[in-house]
Nanobody
Framework: QVQLVESGGNLVQAGGSLRLSCAAS????????MGWYRQAPGKQRELVSS???????NYVDSVKGRFTISRDNAKNTVYLQMNNLRPEDTAVYYC??????????WGQGTQVTVSS
């Protein structure tokens, strides 16, 4: 059974940093594409960043230069380092895993709140 457990969300002041972690179990982590999504109140869930099993990385324009995604296949974990946080980054952040057949798995989410 696939399980994704996020951690690291918190309340932080604008300009601060947080590091989100997503630990996966029940998967052969190295062959999954991983991603971080976020959903703010009243808004649709959006892709923030992704990293493929081959290491290709993408970011949404609004976080380029501030967020960094990485993965540690030995620890079955994907990270999202978030620097220079802004109030508009406030959202619930979700970890996503996608297998070779395109099936998606989701974590329960972790709240990030950035105060101005």
């Amino acid at each position: 059974q696939v399980q994704l457990v996020e951690s690291g969300g918190n309340l932080v002041q604008a300009g601060g940093s947080l590091r989100l972690s997503c630990a996966a179990s029940g998967v052969i982590f190295s062959i999954f594409d991983m991603g971080w999504y976020r959903q703010a109140p009243g808004k649709q869930r959006e892709l923030v960043s992704s990293i493929t099993k081959g290491g290709r990385i993408n970011y949404v324009d609004s976080v380029k230069g501030r967020f960094t995604i990485s993965r540690d296949n030995a620890k079955n974990t994907v990270y999202l380092q978030m620097n220079n946080l802004r109030p508009e980054d406030t959202a619930v952040y979700y970890c996503n895993a996608q297998n070779l057949m395109g099936r998606d798995y989701w974590g329960q989410g972790t709240q990030v709140t950035v105060s101005s």
